[in-house]
T-cell receptor
């Protein structure tokens, strides 16, 4: 069974530029998450989708971050404009009905 | 407030030296406690789910146990390939408590 696919793996941008990350979850998983993980910390939830609807985006900095999951399958997370503090790994995960999350390899963002 | 605390922050073991990692939690109504392993540069990998006090699960050299206040991840006769960060997450059962709460992780290094 294919896992969660993410791209790009690495991205380096200047502050105030924009960036987009893509995620394709495990087939059939209705719930999709985007997490931000800063080195040495646990994952921080940015947004949770159930099919193509948003369940929780309370910690998403909506002035600069946006995410969509238009057809209830793959998803895109965008940052515009980026700040230095956005340097982190952006993890996508999909979930089994029993609660277990399966993560992609992550997209490492460096903002200079 | 829901909270997850992992200890120690870092642990260094000699190969074959058994030890335990701790995950203390506070949540209103436990729906599940999850253990994940994270290797550098990768997303977390699911290990175990525990649902109720007294439950135990095993996988190779790892054994997870659960009480009403904490969970332990016991590592028996570890090998260098067990070196990783181990993350604990808790999900409550009501309202906003259904969000996963993550600990900061324990970084384990096993020396040959």
């Amino acid at each position: 069974e294919a896992g969660v696919a993410q791209s790009p793996r690495y991205k380096i941008i200047e502050k105030r530029q924009s960036v987009a990350f893509w995620c394709n979850p495990i087939s059939g998983h209705a719930t999709l998450y985007w997490y931000q993980q800063i080195l040495g910390q646990g994952p921080k939830l940015l947004i949770q989708f159930q099919n193509n609807g948003v369940v929780d985006d309370s910690q998403l900095p909506k002035d600069r971050f946006s995410a969509e999951r238009l057809k209830g399958v793959d998803s895109t997370l965008k940052i515009q404009p980026a700040k230095l503090e956005d340097s982190a790994v952006y993890l996508c995960a999909s979930r089994l009905p029993t609660g277990e999350l399966f993560f992609g390899e992550g997209s490492r963002l460096t903002v200079l | 407030e829901d909270q997850v605390t992992q200890s120690p922050e870092a642990l260094r073991l000699q190969e074959g030296e058994s030890s335990s990692l701790n995950c203390s939690y506070t949540v209103s109504g436990l729906r599940g406690l999850f253990w994940y392993r994270q290797d550098p540069g990768k997303g977390p990998e699911f290990l175990f789910t525990l649902y109720s006090a007294g439950e135990e699960k095993e996988k190779e050299r790892l054994k997870a146990t659960l009480t009403k206040k904490e969970s332990f991840l016991h590592i028996t006769a570890p090998k260098p390939e067990d070196s990783a960060t181990y993350l604990c997450a808790v999900q409550g059962s009501a309202g906003n408590n259904r969000k996963l709460i993550w600990g900061l992780g324990t970084s384990l290094a096993v020396n040959p």
